[in-house]
């Protein structure tokens, strides 16, 4: 059993740098077994992939938010993190850390297998 849970600082500033780190614990990040992705859902909407670190480091980002994102590991700690940068009110959401086999751009929840319990990020000056 996977087990996943995110951390991070509950409010950013506008046009500050939102950072959240998932703990992931019951397999290794770098395990074949899954690739690790962050997903958010910003209040009143859906749900939005925006990002995942594969099990061999390499990196895969939305279009949308691509040249905001960063994503990158520690593996010595079993951690992976977010990075979002030059962030607006619109960023407001909970953020989840997952893992997923695949990932199913058509499906609802991605077709992730494990989730974190998401964490609230208010973007507030």
């Known amino acids: 059993q996977v087990q996943l849970q995110e951390s991070g600082p509950g409010l950013v500033k506008p046009s500050q740098t939102l950072s959240l780190t998932c703990t992931v614990s019951?397999?290794?990040?770098?395990?074949?077994?899954?690739?690790w992705s962050w997903i958010r859902q910003p209040p009143g909407k859906g749900l939005e992939w925006m990002g995942v670190?594969?099990?061999?480091?390499?990196?895969s980002y939305s279009p949308s938010l691509k040249s905001r994102t960063s994503i990158s590991r520690d593996t010595s700690k079993n951690q992976f993190s977010l990075q979002l940068s030059s962030v607006t009110p619109e960023d407001t959401a909970v953020y989840y850390c997952?893992?997923?086999?695949?990932?199913?751009?058509?499906?609802?929840?991605?077709?992730?297998?494990?989730w974190g319990k998401g964490t609230l990020v208010t973007v507030s000056s």
């Open positions: 997952a893992a997923g086999s695949y990932i199913d751009y058509s499906g609802p929840n991605y077709g992730m297998d494990y």
């Open positions: 019951g397999d290794s990040i770098t395990t074949t077994n899954y690739d």
């Open positions: 670190i594969a099990s061999d480091g390499n990196t």
